[in-house]
């Protein structure tokens, strides 16, 4: 399989990139990457979503491994594919995505929120999966899934603030899946992508105590 599945295990965050304009999206990337970000998912919903995918993947080659979110469907899958995307993430279960990725030696990060979801994912071949959303489920329901299901690795998404990633964690998630807690629209619209570098470095050091 794909690099995607062992590098989060390492690294532990996912970073999610949605409506980021070209504009941006370089020096967004870079402060990123300065604040220790590794794995980041470009998706597929955003303007532009395969031209971004492809110039990160080139850019950024041997140091963040890129792949595509939002990747709803088989159609989307092969665009996001063809744009070089090292992984998938998706809001749902579609085998179909999970078969073409399995086909490709890419690892794929599916959305699942019930037990029959979850299970349904891993027995398709998902190694681990994305519990979303995380702010409406919130932390109680993560910790009473762990309780029949803690063999099948979780990773939290949607809510995940600075505040209870530490819960999350000690609940058992593997690792989380972060976008608004980091992505400040307004300072990236001044330009001050520092803003963007310190909040990664708060997020990096949050995992790495667990």
Known sequence: MGQFYEQLKKERIVMILR?????????????????????LEITMNTPGASQQISSLSKQYEGKL???????LDLEIARVAYEAGASYFVTPNVDEEVLAYAKERDLDVLPG????????????????????????????????ELQGPLRHIPMIAVGGVTLDNVSDFLAAGAIGIGIGGSIIDKEAIARGEYHVLTEKAKAFVHAVQQK
């Open 19 to 39: 409506d980021v304009p070209d504009s941006h999206l370089h020096a967004v990337t870079e402060a990123l990457y300065q604040g220790g970000i590794r794995l």
């Open 65 to 71: 491994l890129i792949g595509a979110g939002t990747v």
């Open 112 to 143: 699942v929120m019930t037990p029959s979801e979850i299970v349904r994912a891993y027995r398709s071949g998902a190694e681990m999966v994305k519990l979303f959303p995380m702010k409406s489920l919130g932390l109680e329901y993560f910790k």
